[in-house]
């Protein structure tokens, strides 16, 4: 599926998520894993790159690599640091919408600047071997549009059985609406993907925590959701639902820009 994971690392804190689900997906892509770290320009990094070597020998994978980038614009020199063929894989700390206001955040900011697929590995997430259930969320018919083809090639690659969910409440209007959205996304994962796929309407005035709530009652292994494009203030003040479920599940969350619907 990849021929590399990145992964950003912060030499001030120490990792274990991350790191552990990056070694994880190298292992079951037989893909390398390339850490890398974004420093201020005109420096001296010579001990960040002993440190970032000496957290590369932490990592199982088949192969692990490490780049330091000078750059004074973190969440765009790692973006630019990601091929179509790599996925970029970032940890998303226990920031509330204030304190990401406040204190800014790399990943929020890579989250709505990415134009590829990227993993988010929250605080609560926990070691696995990622096999089980793809927890699939579709809000839309641009979100399905972007997620299906994603979520069909995970799917298939990692042998995953596939679980469509949409979160509907009363002032959505039809909820026969969101019963098609789902039946047609599961049609599609077994016409084109020839997936194993069953889908459920949530009942919820709270996105993030039905779907939250619902990965860990199937045990999913990752959360697969779409990404809108949002205002600065919008997306540091109010946060979005991948960042909600991020921060609370105990799986991985895919996040796949809609845009890429449009390509």
């Known amino acids: 599926m990849y021929k590399r994971i990145v992964v950003p690392v912060d030499l001030t804190r120490e990792f274990d998520n991350v790191l ?29 790159e002993r440190d970032l070597a000496a957290l590369a020998r932490r ?7 490490t780049a330091m980038i000078e750059s004074n614009d973190v969440a765009g020199a790692l973006l630019d640091a990601v091929a179509d ?13 204030f304190a990401s206001f406040v204190l800014g955040s790399v990943a929020n900011d890579v989250l709505f600047r990415a134009t590829l697929p990227l993993l988010l ?20 018919p641009d979100a399905a549009a972007a997620l299906v083809p994603v979520a069909g090639a995970w799917g298939r690659d990692l042998d995953l059985h596939v679980r469509v969910v ?10 026969h609406t969101a019963d098609q959205l789902v039946a047609d996304a599961v049609r599609r994962l077994h016409e084109q993907f020839d997936l194993d796929a069953d889908g459920e309407v949530l009942h919820s005035p709270v996105p993030a925590l039905a779907i939250v709530d619902d990965e860990r009652g ?8 779409a990404v809108r494009p949002r205002s600065s203030f919008h ?28 390509r």
Not at 218 to 225: I, K, L, R, T, Y
Not at 240 to 254: E, I, Q
């Open 20 to 48: 552990d689900v990056a070694g994880t997906l190298a292992r079951r892509m037989a893909a390398a894993v390339r850490l890398v770290t974004v420093a201020s320009p005109n420096l001296d990094h010579d001990v960040d």
């Open 59 to 65: 990592v199982l994978a088949p192969q692990v690599e």
């Open 85 to 97: 063929d790599e996925l970029l894989c970032i940890e998303t700390r226990a920031h509330g919408p």
């Open 121 to 140: 590995v929250g605080p609560a997430v926990k070691p696995a071997p990622l096999d089980g259930v793809l927890q699939v969320c579709i809000d839309g």
């Open 166 to 175: 949409n979160v509907w409440a009363p002032h959505d209007g039809d909820v």
């Open 218 to 225: 199937h045990d999913a292994a990752v959360v697969c959701v």
């Open 235 to 262: 997306r540091r003040v109010l946060g979005s639902v991948a960042d909600g479920v991020a921060h609370a599940a105990t799986a991985p969350v895919l996040a796949v820009p809609c845009r890429l619907a449009a």
